[in-house]
C-alpha cells in the first residue's frame, strides 16, 4: 500500500459540521506541522469566546468555546484551542494547547489532548493521551487507550510502510486513525501509527505501523 492520504481515511467527512482544518494532499501526517497556523488562522476569524466558570488560560492563544458545547466542572483550556458545536468535555479533562475539537466530539473524564484534532463524532472518553494526532470521524478509543507521540531517544519518528522504515520529518507523531476506527480498553500506538478506516485494536494491544482499511490488530 502507498502513502495514506486524507481521502483514503475519511472520505464520509462531513465538512458542514462547524469548523474543520484543512488537509493538504500527500501523505495524511503532513497536516501536523501545519496545525498550529491553522488554528491561529481560525481563532483569528472566529474570536475569543469563554464561558463563565471553566478554567483557561489564553496566555499561548485563544480559546473559543462554541455556545452549544457542553463543559463539565473540573475542565483546564489551554489557547490557542477550539471546541466546536455541540462537543461534550467532562469532568477532569486537559485540553491543551493546538487542540481542535471538532462538532460532536467527546473529551472525556481524565483525557489529555494536545495539537491534535478530533474529526467531527469522535469520541476520547476515558483516561486517553491523544498527543500530535488526528482521530476520523465516529473514532472510538477504549478506557486507557495512549497514542503515544515521541520516542524514547527523542529522534525522528518512522512510520513502517510494507515493512520499510519511512522518515515522517516529524519529531512528535502520535497517530492518525480512519473513521469508524475502534481502539480497545489500554491499548497503546506507539509513534507514527496510521490506521484505515474501520480498523479494530483488540484491548492491551501494543500497535506500530501503518495498517489498510478493515484491519484487525491484536
Known amino acids: 500500500m502507498g502513502e495514506p492520504a486524507a481521502e483514503d481515511l475519511w472520505p464520509s467527512l462531513d465538512k458542514s459540521l462547524g469548523r474543520q482544518p484543512c488537509f493538504p494532499s500527500g501523505e495524511v501526517w ?4 501545519t496545525l498550529k497556523g491553522q488554528i491561529i488562522d481560525m481563532l483569528e476569524d472566529v474570536g475569543s469566546n469563554l464561558r463563565e466558570g471553566v478554567s483557561v488560560d489564553e496566555t499561548k492563544g485563544k480559546i473559543h468555546i462554541d455556545d452549544s458545547a457542553s463543559i463539565e466542572p473540573s475542565v483546564h483550556i ?3 484551542a477550539y471546541i466546536g458545536p455541540n462537543v461534550t468535555i467532562r469532568h477532569g479533562a486537559y485540553i491543551r494547547e493546538y487542540s481542535w475539537i471538532c462538532a460532536n466530539s467527546l473529551v472525556g473524564h481524565a483525557t489529555e489532548t494536545k495539537h491534535s484534532i478530533l474529526l467531527p463524532g ?27 507521540n515521541l520516542r524514547n531517544d527523542g ?28 481502539l480497545g480498553c489500554n491499548a497503546v500506538t506507539n509513534p507514527g501509527v496510521v490506521l484505515g478506516m474501520n480498523s479494530m485494536v483488540m484491548p492491551n494491544t501494543t500497535v506500530t505501523g501503518i495498517y489498510p482499511s478493515d484491519s484487525k490488530i491484536g
Open 30 to 33: 503532513s497536516v501536523l506541522p
Open 78 to 80: 489551554i489557547g490557542p
Open 122 to 148: 469522535s469520541k476520547a472518553p476515558h483516561f486517553n493521551y491523544v498527543g500530535d494526532s488526528v482521530l476520523g470521524p465516529n473514532v472510538n478509543l477504549g478506557a486507557g487507550v495512549k497514542l503515544s
Open 155 to 182: 529522534k525522528e519518528v518512522h512510520v513502517i510502510l510494507d515493512g520499510q522504515r519511512v522518515p515522517s520529518g516529524l519529531r512528535k507523531f502520535g497517530a492518525i486513525l480512519g473513521e469508524e476506527c475502534q
